[in-house]
């Protein structure tokens, strides 16, 4: 009977051994290739981003670590469509710092009580960096993309997300939007090519940025509408496509903000702050992300052209106007559209 | 029936065809990308494989998942064995009730766990107020993924002890009990080394499962790498940020421990046929 | 002989009972505790894991009233998503059943070296985590397909994946059956004549027929619930592939609550269905099989 004890016991008692040992080697947040053994951070920040800024945090975060405010400081991220990332943090979601891509998904925290009111009173306005809505097609451009109106050429298929959860959906609607619509003074033509677009050629419904553009480099459709950022990362990558920016195009501004109940506020404020650092906004702009400091943008002026018309949400009457109006989940006049459309 | 020769081997044919292709290939395409480095040393390759399952985040995804394991493991055969002793033994009203809330889990897609455990747990949820008001987070905490997994397999061990100890039959706890055994020492000595294929079988399903649930667990999980990534959302994680190979070297681990289970299945299959005889 | 558990042990095994009269009375009761301990905690345990939040979900439905879930069920995209789960599911059931009985046939039939190796690898797709199962059909007929077959965001993907993922079920139904099999009366009816077809279609189906169905009904309630290994492949087109999961999904997603819970109650209800003609059709077998001389 001992015996039988012993053989029972034993592989239970082995695995428990490797188990524990499994525990004491160290595990992080860091899932580069090799790039273990760090010496442990006192202090790990959450960061909820957006579906596509990665590039960008990949960049900030090792620089952030090397600064004195954020010597021990490690940072994780975590990305997804901007709505549903929003919705996460005030159901509980972790969270030190937030980086959305429209400025309605901070207004949610704010309402919850998890960002401050005055979260972009100053002068930074809260947005550290931006892009513009770009336009993404296969490599020669074969359907011969150049504005709004060669996306209701018969036939092609257009790539956009889900407004009711990405911001990068948000803006990608605006732009033709306030092209159409002489920057909302004819809100009919507008959503007059607005509902054309999305009812004959909008096929396929991902949920962010993202997987947007996931869809469209795995071979569906023809034209990816998307942020001229995600377009430049995606080209780096060595994917076979380009992008044009439309002569009428709108201007991105993405926020960031600091959660008030985070447990090292401090610190959350030390990493926003340093995205406005004249470094800081050098990483973005290598990222492919517009940067909002003069001096900086200027040094990459040939890198982001600029357009012939940039519309800003300011000109439609600002967020607080345009989200209600044309995005609310129920009443909004694109949500509706787009949910006749796609269903 | 005998079937014709050019019969047999027309089956046989198509049955291993429709295997191959279905099963066999699709799989040694995983390991074939996880292990070919492209520059012909197959060193190369398994170097490859460690790195990327050794990086601080995967680290983490194990030590989570396995720690989930431990903890529905031994909750599952706590309540799951004299569950399954009082469906075998004993007949009570609501037991075919019972059976059947057992049988549940199978008839749930993982998402609805999901949904069902948020609307639950979370702050807007039935029960908000442990998280609102008692500050016990279910959702997006290790909570919630515990729960998900037990969800998912409550029916393992219990189905698998339940019909050995139908067939086992009571003589040999009614001798122990006639001689003066306590209820203890009879469950000790005789109940449960009598099930121990069953149990253990029950024990290996249970925790494939659960190192291989997604559904309910990307659900309830805030998905952050080092801290709530269990290996199954690892996997996805990478995918969906484009390391492809890192997704590809997860999975052949997770394909690892599917083989493991596989051959645990066959061994105690084998202690099974050799305890019934 | 290993991983589907029989979702009703007691009909495989007709005539056996717990009821042994004169025994009982000692023994029950005191030997483990009382008996309604022991069922009051089963029953708690069971309750908090699994009733608790499948009662949230009509919690939640009921919440809008029956007007609220009416409209989210017949909203586009939950009736898109429904169709196409629904169909493709039961095609992935009928092939699965086809193919099920021929590998099940020829694993109980056949001799070939390497046969234990293949019996022990049709449980694979059970051990395997769904979201591997999607990558690695990703890798093949995805867009880096090596042999050039790109059905991702098609039918034809979620299609197969859903044939990976329920391949078992029907084999491992249908073996033990097969492996029971009276032998003698197939020999008889060859004895009097019957050709291989006649025999077939006359005493292997018929006998076949109840496990037959009851894998392709754990093939197809598994199907329509299935989410990790159709995420990948399936691109989630609206009235194309999303899948019933995938709305749901969704619908949580974008705080539609009552959504999700509407769909996710349509979903549950089939799969109860299924499980439950499933219960009745295996009951009916076994009390068949106790009748048979």
Redesign the interface.
Known sequence: ?SN?VKS?WLPAAAVAVT?TL??A????????????GGPAAAT?L?VVAYAVP?PGWDKIIPAFAATPEGKGVAV?A????S??QS??VV????ADLVNFSVEPDVTRLVKADKVAKDWNADATKGIPFGSVVSLVVRKGNPKHIKDWDDLLQPGLEVVTP?P??SGSAKWNLLAPYAAKSNGGQDPAAGLDFINKLVTEHV?????SG?DAT??F????GDVLISYENEAINTER?GNPVEHINPPQTFKIENPVAVVTSSAHLEQANALKNFLYTPAGQKLWAEAGFRPVDPAVAADFAKDFPTPQKLWTIVDLGGWSAVDPALFD?DNGSITKIY?AA?? | MTVSPFFKYLFRFVALAYLLVLLIVPVGLILWRTFDPGDGSWYAGFENFF??I??????????LS??IV?IVVPLNVLFGVPTALVLARNKFRGKSALQAVIDLPFAVSPVVVGVSLILLW???GALGFF?NDLGI?V???FPGLVLASIFVTVPFVIREVEPVLHELGTDQEEAAATLGSQWWQTFW?ITL?SI?WGLTYGIVLTIARTLGEYGAVIMVS??????SQTLTLLVSG?Y????EY?AYAVSTLLMGVAVIVLIAQVILDAGRARAAK | MTAVIDPNPEATRPGSDDVRPGRRGLLRGNRYGSTSLRVGVASIWLSVIVLLPLAAILWQSAGGGWEAFYRAVT???A??SFKVTLTISLGVAIVNLFFGLLVAWVLTRDEFPGKRLVDAVIDLPFALPTIVASLVMLALY??NSPVGI?V??TKWGVGIALLFVTLPFVVRSVQPVLLELDRETEEAAASLGANNWTIFKSVILPALLPSLLSGAGLAFSRAIGEYGSVVLIG?????KT?VASQAIR?AI???DRTGAAAISIVLLVFSFAVLFVLRFVGSRAAKREELAP
């Open positions: 009977m039988n029972r188990a499994l525990a080697c160290g595990g992080g947040s860091s899932d580069v290739a090799g790039g273990g790990t959450t990665q994780t975590s990305y997804g469509a709505g549903d919705r996460g159901d509980g979601k972790p889900n009711l959860s096929k396929t419904r991902p949920a993202k996931t869809v480099l795995q071979g569906s990558q989940k949910k796609t269903g | 790195t990327s050794s990086t601080p985040a995967a680290v983490s995804a194990l030590q396995l720690l431990a979370g702050s807007a998280e987070k959702i997006y905490a000595r080394p121990r805030s998905n952050l790498p080092g801290q990478r969906d940020s484009g390391n890192g | 909203s586009r995209s009736v898109e995805g867009p790109h991702q965001h691109g989630a087109i609206p009235g999303e969704n997603e974008t705080d």
